[in-house]
């Protein structure tokens, strides 16, 4: 399995900044609308660096849980809380959107928060359908999903391969030591810095302007990516019927394509439980 708190970690010690912060709370108040989340109560299943727990709380929210598998993206939530005080709204722990107990341990809230995270578990559809479960009756589900791409082909955002392909390289590059993963970052990093010069674009510029991604880090989101594993992805269709079937309503879909996360806003019918 990935090491994402280590990744996270070095995160929040280099790159963690007052604009990322508000890019991340822009990208929540725009996808979700601010009524969602003002004065409503959040959690953010798979926390990571606890940059959109820390979103949540500027936009807002009564009530904030951050959880997450990973003791290093724990540890980088909680130093992020203890930066801001430690709020008493706001409550950093340890648990599995797999274990049932830890579930149950929860209790619902307004908005169920997983960007990016419930492919990573190794259980991809147990993992949607808890996260919803966590969704009290006209709460919201924000769910971000790789999507399904069979094709190998180069993609829009320039990515190259198949899914099944990057299933592959992750599991591989995951079971590498680190300073071998580093060693392929940097690889990376170098071709597509001369991609960015070879296609007259400023490299400086490039690097600069992925923060505008909900506030994230270049660096940080290759690692990410090149080791991302467990991995599962799904088209956007496939999410849309299996959360409509647990007893939610399809408010907004983001369809990329390509081998990126859609992104899925779903509320729960009132009559739900």
Not at 9 to 31: M, P, V
Not at 65 to 85: F, H, K, N, P, Y
Not at 189 to 210: D, F, G, Q
């Amino acid at each position: 399995m990935f090491a994402f708190g280590r990744n996270w970690r070095s995160f929040l010690k280099h790159y963690l900044t007052d604009e990322r912060i508000e890019e991340a709370a822009r990208s929540l108040r725009e996808f979700c609308g601010p009524e969602a989340i003002n004065q409503k109560s959040f959690i953010d299943v798979g926390c990571g660096s606890g940059l959109f727990s820390l979103a949540a709380m500027h936009l807002g929210a009564s009530r904030i849980v951050s959880i997450d598998v990973d003791a290093d993206s724990v540890a980088c939530c909680e130093s992020l809380r203890q930066t801001t005080g430690a709020p008493s709204n706001w409550q950093v722990r340890r648990g599995s959107i797999l274990d049932a107990g830890d579930i149950a341990a929860l209790g619902s809230f307004d908005m169920v928060y997983a960007w990016g995270v419930l492919h990573h578990t190794g259980n991809m559809w147990q993992a949607v359908t808890n996260a919803a479960s966590l969704a009290c009756p006209g709460g919201y589900l924000y769910i971000a999903i790789y999507n399904k791409e069979e094709r190998f082909r180069i993609h829009r955002d320039g990515r190259i391969g198949s899914s099944r392909f990057w299933k592959f390289e992750k599991r591989i590059y995951s079971s590498l030591p680190w300073v071998v993963q580093n060693l392929i970052d940097y690889v990376l990093m170098s071709l597509l810095i001369a991609i960015y010069c070879v296609s007259l674009r400023n490299p400086v510029t490039e690097i600069r302007k992925h923060k505008t991604l909900r506030g994230m880090s270049w660096r940080t989101d290759i690692k990410d990516w090149l080791g991302g594993y467990p991995y599962e992805y799904a088209t956007a269709q496939e999410v849309m019927d299996f959360v409509s079937n647990l007893g939610f309503d399809i408010i907004k879909v983001d369809e990329k394509g390509g081998l990126v996360n859609n992104e899925f806003l779903f509320r729960k019918c009132s009559d739900q439980r």
